[in-house]
Each structure stands twice: as structure tokens, then as C-alpha cells.
């Protein structure tokens, strides 16, 4: 079956970043495809490589990359949503005026055409969120 | 045609295992999960509405992952009220038409 994931949190609000990566990955391990993971709302938090967690607690972003690595997902970040809090590729900053890019390895920014077509073409889109 | 709900907010703080209760088919299945789990103990003032949908036909399940983390055991679970496993929760998602999430 084919799955499309949408998480609307941040790493650090409550759990659902948490929840989302844990039903991503039970879902690859149990021979689901994953069409998708789209990242809106506070949950383009999710896509910058900045973040600095304490080495005892997970960190969520590079969970993110690193499945995305060994399972070559998809992971959007929605481009009003990641421009309002400042989530940036090369080209954005650029645009921008930014010193740098920020966003983490496997992640691009797309539009929210990604999200729409993730529900059409997926069999069920699962909203992660708080 | 069949539902998956899933209800992450503790019934204790917020409307939504209500709500959700309000307009669920009896063929559908709620999926406490995350701060959602509490809803599942017994001898709290969630249980009744809990047990009145059972009666209904609506299945309830648990993720039993959410439940340890918050130091909750499994043996607290009102009866019927399945504990699934994030394997589980994929299950579920693929044996309903729909998943609605109650955020």
C-alpha cells in the first residue's frame, strides 16, 4: 500500500514528529511504499540542518535524512511555511538575501501541489500533527 | 465504508475523543495514541462514552508504545480495547478506506 505522510509540528513541540517518523519507518518495514512525507506548518522545523540537539536526545531531523537516505524518500517542505521560518536551499537564499542555506540532506522545498497530489496519488495520507 | 480515527489529545484536556465519538460510524475504529492513551484507562470519566460506542460496534485500539512512555500499563486498559505496536497502527491504517486524524 501506498502511503503519503503530512506532519504539521516541529521537533520540539509535542509528539507528533516523534509519531510520524516511528509510523514511517513500521510502515517501509513492513513493505509499504511511502509516496511522500510532506512537512507544513511548523513541521518544516523538521528540514533544518542547524538544529543542535543534546547528544542524549534524538534528533529528529537526521532520523529523517538518514531513512530518507536508505530508502530514497521523498521529503517536501512546503516553501510559504519553510520561507516564514526561515528553512532555506542555495536558491532561496539567494533569492532572499541569506547567508546561507539551512535546509538538511534529503529534504527540498516544494509547493503545497506537492501535498495535493501526494493525497491523489497515495492510498491513504496520514496527518501527523498537534 | 470503514474509518481509522486516530485521537492524540488526552480527553482530560480536550474535546476531540469527544467529537470524534459524536460522528463515528459504528463500523470505524479509534486509535488512542500519544497523550490520547489516558483515554483508554479504566475508572475514568472518559470510560463510559468509551464503553457506550463499544456496545455501538465501534472497535477502540491503543498504541502500547505511547502507554510505556507514560508509564501506563497495559493491565489498566479497559477490556476490548486492543494495544497495538507502530506495526500495528500501520495495519490499521491499511485495513480502513479512510484515516482521520482528531488534532
Known amino acids: ?130 | 465504508m470503514s474509518t481509522l480515527h486516530t485521537v492524540n489529545k488526552s480527553p482530560f484536556e480536550r474535546n476531540s475523543l469527544d467529537t470524534c465519538l459524536l460522528l463515528i460510524k459504528n463500523d470505524s475504529t479509534v486509535l488512542l495514541i500519544e497523550d490520547g492513551v489516558s483515554g483508554a484507562l479504566q475508572n475514568t470519566t472518559a470510560s463510559q462514552s468509551i464503553s457506550d460506542a463499544m456496545q455501538e460496534g465501534v472497535k477502540f485500539a491503543v498504541l502500547g508504545e505511547d502507554l510505556n512512555a507514560r508509564g501506563l500499563s497495559a493491565d489498566r486498559v479497559i477490556d476490548g480495547i486492543s494495544v497495538v505496536d507502530y506495526a500495528g497502527f500501520v495495519q490499521l491504517a491499511a485495513d480502513h478506506d479512510n484515516v482521520q486524524s482528531w488534532l
Not at chain 1, 509519531?19 to 512537512?39: C, L, M, P, S, W
Open chain 1, 1 to 130: 500500500m501506498k502511503f503519503a505522510i503530512q506532519i504539521n509540528e516541529g521537533p520540539f513541540t509535542h509528539q507528533a514528529a516523534d509519531t510520524a517518523y516511528q509510523f514511517t519507518k513500521a510502515a517501509i518495514e513492513n513493505g509499504h511504499d511511502i509516496f511522500r512525507v510532506f512537512f507544513y506548518h511548523d513541521g518544516v522545523n523538521n528540514g533544518t540542518m542547524y538544529g543542535v540537539p543534546p547528544v542524549d536526545d534524538r534528533n529528529v531531523q537526521a532520523l529523517w535524512s538518514d531513512l530518507a537516505e536508505k530508502h530514497d524518500l521523498d521529503l517536501v517542505v512546503c516553501v510559504a511555511a519553510a520561507q516564514r521560518r526561515g528553512i532555506m536551499d542555495e536558491d532561496e537564499a539567494k533569492r532572499h538575501g541569506k547567508g546561507a542555506a539551512n535546509i538538511a540532506p534529503k529534504f527540498r522545498i516544494s509547493g503545497l501541489g506537492q501535498l495535493i497530489e501526494a493525497g491523489i496519488q497515495a492510498d491513504r495520507l496520514m496527518v501527523f500533527g498537534d
